[in-house]
């Protein structure tokens, strides 16, 4: 089993930037494909982003793609989420998750999930 702790989170002005943390333990983590997920205040949890272990591969949500990017450390078992030019509607609890399903496949089949880290954005 893989355990997931996330951090980065907290208050930042709207044009901003912060970059979310994910690091993985366990006998099994390399493999699984990791992603991000996000919970936002009267909304259903929503997909984010995805990458693989392996070579890289990754996907995106289409309202993110362009101001969003996953990277990952193998070296350091971490799993980054760099959001730029922070709008206040992405105010949300932002989860790691952990997935034996493909990069694509991730979105609808995740094995583990860490605690979560809120970010906010203010107007």
């Known amino acids: 089993q893989v355990q997931l702790v996330e951090s980065g989170g907290g208050l930042v002005q709207a044009g901003g930037s912060l970059r979310l943390s994910c690091a993985a333990s366990g006998r099994t983590f390399r493999s699984y494909n990791m992603g991000w997920f996000r919970h936002a205040p009267g909304k259903e949890r929503e997909f984010v982003a995805a990458?693989?272990?392996?070579?890289?591969?990754?996907d995106y949500a289409n309202s993110v793609k362009d101001r969003f990017s996953i990277s990952r450390d193998n070296a350091k078992n971490t799993v980054y989420l760099q959001i730029n030019s922070l709008k206040p509607e992405d105010t949300a609890v932002y989860y790691c998750a952990a997935s034996r399903a493909t990069v694509t496949g991730l979105k609808w089949n995740v094995s583990a999930w860490g605690q979560g880290t809120q970010v906010t954005v203010s107007s």
């Open positions: 990458i693989s272990w392996g070579d890289g591969t990754t």
